[in-house]
């Protein structure tokens, strides 16, 4: 179990030392939690497949086994990444992230409805909001809570030293929508719900349970999803590339609207499956009805 001393171990040594000895200690560690954590590695593995499939490769074990030791080791990268940019400087980040199709933010931000900022679990999320404020724009960010409070309270303050005004999960509806009248940016990861309000698409060729909350907020809002996502490249420098806004063109239009959101996913998670970090079983858990 990951305790609030492992974090801050990993606060403090993600700020001290040398980026490729903090990258390599992470994969060490990454590899010990991928060798300990059975559930999560078969169910990464899992993944993996039903990605690659739809795409229309058939791998075998081994092929299975790197890619999922792969996401973890990326994982362990990203963790060290959250600690070790939350103090840098906006110049520092621009140096790592390299932006694509920046125009797409005016175009969403145009209409001054405010513009709900859809991503995933994938990559690095977290360095696009440090972006996105780095350049001087106010960004809210939809944000679960940990289960332990001391944990909770060091990623909330690791946020809020970037500049982000963090919305909790589970009571963010009316807060997101007061933020869109004043013609803000709200972030949300639209890969995993973890509330009842979900919606079942079509997602790499299976039935997947995805959140419903950005479409619906975009529809009762009136603002724009504008889809982004910061990939990791292969020498660790990263892209935030962003896709053209969806326009939300009243409730009627909501299945279509989130299939073109799925249809983005899709390419996007597709293009770097082990950059996709879902530790639990998301094809078998989207069978599982949600308690009300």
């Not at 400087?89 to 001054?112: N, S």
């Not at 303050?157 to 509806?173: D, F, I, K, T």
Request: charged share 25%; with cysteine.
């Amino acid at each position: 179990m990951i305790t609030y001393a492992s974090y801050r171990l990993a606060a403090f040594l993600s700020r001290r030392l040398p980026r490729r000895w903090l990258y390599r200690l992470a994969r060490d560690v990454a590899d010990l939690f991928y060798a300990a954590d059975r559930r999560g590695r078969t169910a990464v593995q899992r993944n993996l497949s039903v990605i690659l499939q739809a795409r229309g490769e058939r791998p075998d074990d081994a092929e299975l086994s790197r890619m999922a030791r792969q996401t973890f080791r990326n994982f362990g990268k990203y963790v060290a990444d959250f600690f070790r940019y939350s103090l840098s400087t906006a110049d520092e980040v621009a140096r790592i992230v390299r932006c694509e199709h920046e125009e797409y933010i005016d175009a969403a931000l145009a209409p001054g409805k405010g513009v709900l900022v859809v991503s995933a679990h994938v990559g690095n999320w977290e360095l696009g909001g440090m972006l996105w404020t780095a350049r001087g724009r106010r960004l809210n960010a939809v944000a679960l809570p940990q289960r332990l409070r001391n944990v909770n309270r060091l990623f909330q303050e690791q946020r809020a030293s970037r500049g982000l005004q963090v919305l909790p999960l589970g009571r963010a509806a009316a807060r997101v929508l007061e933020c869109l009248r004043r013609g803000e940016a709200v972030a949300l990861l639209a890969d995993r719900d973890v509330t009842p309000r979900s919606v079942t698409v079509p997602f790499f060729g299976s039935p997947a349970r995805l959140p419903s909350g950005p479409v619906r907020l975009a529809v009762k809002s009136g603002a724009p999803l504008l889809p982004g996502f910061v990939l990791r490249q292969p020498d660790d420098t990263f892209v935030l590339r962003y896709y053209p806004p969806l326009a939300p063109e009243g409730r009627a239009a909501e299945p279509a609207l989130q299939a073109r959101l799925a249809r983005i996913l899709e390419e996007v998670i597709g293009a770097q499956p082990h950059q996709w970090f879902m530790f639990r079983d998301f094809w078998s858990e989207s069978e599982t009805p949600l308690e009300p």
